[in-house]
Nanobody, 122 residues
C-alpha cells in the first residue's frame, strides 16, 4: 500500500501561484505512474496531470498552459506548479499513484490516493 501525503495548498488571490507537493515512499516514482487530481465543490473529481515512470507527462487541455507536474526521485516528492491561479481552480487537490504499464488522466489508472490539500482562489 502506497502512502501519499500532500502539502502546499492554501488561499491565494487570482493571478498568484502555488506549488503543491506530495511525499511518497522511497522508489515509488520508479515503479508507479503518478498523477494529480482535483475535486471542486459539487463536481466530480478530475485528472489534471500525470507523469510516467520515464518522466513523460500528460495534462488536461484546459490547464496545460498553467500547470506543471514534476517529480524529484531523490526526494521522493511529486510536485504540481500552478501559475496564474483562477477562482475556478478552487478545489481539493489529490495526488495519486498508479501501476506500471499505463499512465493517463483517468481515475482507473490509479490505486492509491493522498488525503488531499485545499486550494482556494479568491
Amino acid at each position: 500500500h502506497v502512502q501519499l501525503v500532500e502539502s502546499g495548498g492554501g488561499s491565494v488571490q487570482p493571478g498568484g501561484s502555488l506549488r503543491l507537493s506530495c511525499a511518497a515512499p522511497e522508489s515509488t516514482f520508479t515503479t508507479h505512474c503518478m498523477g494529480w487530481f482535483r475535486q471542486a465543490p459539487g463536481k466530480q473529481r478530475e485528472g489534471i496531470a500525470a507523469i510516467d515512470i520515464d518522466g513523460s507527462t500528460k495534462y488536461k487541455d484546459s490547464v496545460s498552459d498553467r500547470f506543471t507536474i514534476s517529480k524529484d526521485n531523490a526526494k521522493n516528492t511529486l510536485y504540481l506548479q500552478i501559475n496564474n491561479l483562477k477562482p475556478e481552480d478552487t478545489a481539493i487537490y489529490y495526488c495519486a499513484a498508479g501501476g506500471p504499464g499505463s499512465c493517463g488522466l483517468g481515475s482507473l489508472f490509479f490505486h492509491a490516493w493522498g488525503q488531499g490539500t485545499q486550494v482556494t482562489v479568491s
